[in-house]
């Protein structure tokens, strides 16, 4: 069954229109790789899925209910930079997520609940490959170490589904490599459904189990906000297709 369903989604703001008619299920456990053109609506749709923003018109459904227009603990997010608070160590950025999920009202944790999320937090930190950084404020982490705090923080809530909008897009071409083979391990380890937006064509293949391609079917010269983009491709890749993406990527 599909965790998140899109049926008949428009999202428009005032007559411009971004996303028509966009009709999608995601099944369990899916990595799906978004691409296309700057302004085509992939990070709209991922503003959708999070419940950050509602349709215009149509319907969105995780595990078959309507998706409330709130981000939930099931739906993690991660972006290509600003993720992560910059005032709080990197500990103290993942033991918050926890917070707010534990003591939503004052925020915070006392005595063995807070001893509790810190070991949570460091352990979740050293998996990811930072547990020397427990007491560095990001701004002294590099991009590649911001990025894996950034996931860390996601995944502290234990999300079910995983959004990435150009997680990797700003780092060196070998501190991405080292990000894909630590995002493909959490995404097994954790049976994570991923919604990744991504400019790298080659990554979308190597990463994805599916690859969709955002545009607009139409196009009016005179009025280029006239319609809206939706999925034009939707690729579906084997392991064989995915693992010769690997090495050639
Ligand atoms: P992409 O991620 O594919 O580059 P976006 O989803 O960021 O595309 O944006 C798609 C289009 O929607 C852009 O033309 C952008 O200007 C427009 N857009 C996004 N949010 C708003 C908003 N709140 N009000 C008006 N236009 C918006």
Redo the contacts with the bound molecule.
């Keep these: 069954m599909a965790v998140l369903e899109f049926q008949g989604v428009w999202v428009e703001?005032g007559d411009?229109i971004?996303l028509e008619k966009v009709d999608l299920g995601i099944e369990e456990g899916a990595f799906v790789s978004i691409v296309?053109?700057?302004?085509?609506?992939?990070?709209?749709?991922l503003r959708l899925a999070l419940g950050q923003e509602a349709p215009s018109r149509g319907s969105i459904r995780l595990d078959g209910e309507p998706l409330r227009a709130e981000p939930g603990p099931d739906r993690g997010v991660v972006f290509q930079r600003y993720s992560v608070f910059p005032h709080m160590s990197a500990l103290q950025n993942v033991v918050f997520g926890l917070e707010c999920a534990r003591a939503p009202v004052i925020g915070r944790l006392f005595g063995a609940a807070r001893r509790a999320a810190r070991e949570e937090a460091a352990a979740l930190l050293a998996h990811v490959g930072l547990g020397d950084a427990l007491c560095v404020y990001p701004r002294e982490l590099s991009g590649g170490m911001q990025q894996r705090l950034a996931i860390a923080q996601a995944l502290i809530r234990r999300p079910r589904i995983l959004l990435l909008d150009e997680p990797f897009g700003a780092l060196d071409p070998g501190v991405r490599l080292d990000m894909h083979v630590l995002i493909s391990e959490l995404w097994r380890e954790h049976g994570l459904t991923i919604l990744m937006?991504t400019h790298d064509i080659k990554e979308a293949f190597k990463l994805g189990t599916r690859v969709l391609a955002?545009d607009k079917r139409r196009r009016d010269p005179q009025a280029p906000h006239r319609y809206g983009s939706t999925a034009v491709y939707d690729f579906p890749l084997d392991d064989k297709q995915r693992a010769a993406m690997a090495v050639s990527a």
Aim: no cysteine; net charge positive.
């Design positions: 703001y411009k971004v296309g053109p700057s302004g085509a609506g992939k990070s709209t749709f937006v955002f």
